[in-house]
């Protein structure tokens, strides 16, 4: 399940799994966005990315759906596996403005085998 | 090879003290970021360089000075350490400023003041 509050949201599935990250952004004029993924003790990796004249880009086992309406963004993960533990950030850009993404606040997910 | 490598990976001090950061990276990238990951995980940048130009200077207290001796680093000096500059410190660094470029970040520099 997933729980939010003062702590990092958090998503907990089993081996296997299909799952779903979300994300809302705050700039209704943001044109890009960015998934990362953080594992413990590391830097963030880039992970997919799309633009706003898109709602949906697929890449290996993964993903992303973009809402304009809503100002919603999802990572969707399918048959998550346990090296994909990690925090996830959304990231939001604007091409009118400045290049610096934005990182929405991090979902942990936690995978158990 | 590490494409964005930071020095020390673990910096544990004492109030009061100045420390430096160090960053490379060997990507031949013309733009170096530093940003500020608190304890809640929330990222935050501080400082954005082009071809060693200051570009972007957040409102960062000027305890704080980033300083590039070439493209390929930048490095991050602290003085005056407090007990809030405790978080982890990430360089980073992509292509040229713009929407699409992706960021490449380094493995952070874990820092806490006592």
């Known amino acids: 399940g997933e729980s939010v509050g003062l702590h990092l949201p958090t998503l907990s599935v089993q081996e296997g799994d299909n799952s779903i990250i979300n994300c809302a952004y705050s700039n209704s004029a943001s044109d890009y966005f960015i998934w990362y993924k953080q594992e413990s003790g590391k830097g963030p990796q880039f992970i997919i990315d799309i633009r706003s004249n898109m709602d949906k880009r697929q890449g290996q086992r993964v993903t992303v759906l973009l809402n304009k309406t809503v100002k919603h963004l999802s990572l969707q993960i399918a048959a998550t596996q346990p090296g994909d533990s990690a925090v996830y950030f959304c990231?939001?850009?604007?091409?009118?403005?400045?290049?610096?993404?934005?990182f929405g606040r991090g979902t942990s997910l936690i995978v158990h085998p | 090879d590490t494409a964005v490598s930071q020095t020390p990976k673990y910096l544990v001090t004492q109030m009061g003290n100045d420390k430096s950061i160090k960053c490379e990276q060997n990507?031949?990238?013309?733009?170096m970021y530093w940003y500020k990951q608190d304890s809640k995980k929330f990222l935050k940048i501080m400082f954005s360089?082009?071809?060693?130009?200051?570009?972007i200077n957040e409102t960062v207290p000027n305890r704080f000075s980033p300083k590039s001796p070439d493209k390929a680093h930048l490095n991050l000096h602290i003085n005056s350490l407090e007990l809030g500059d405790s978080a982890v410190y990430f360089c980073?660094?992509?292509?040229?400023?713009?929407?699409?470029?992706?960021?490449?970040f380094g493995p952070g520099t874990r820092l806490l003041v006592l």
């Open positions: 990231a939001e850009k604007w091409s009118g403005g400045s290049y610096i993404p934005t």
């Open positions: 360089y082009n071809n060693k130009e200051l570009i």
């Open positions: 990507l031949g990238h013309d733009t």
């Open positions: 980073a660094s992509s292509q040229e400023r713009s929407v699409q470029e992706t960021q490449y």
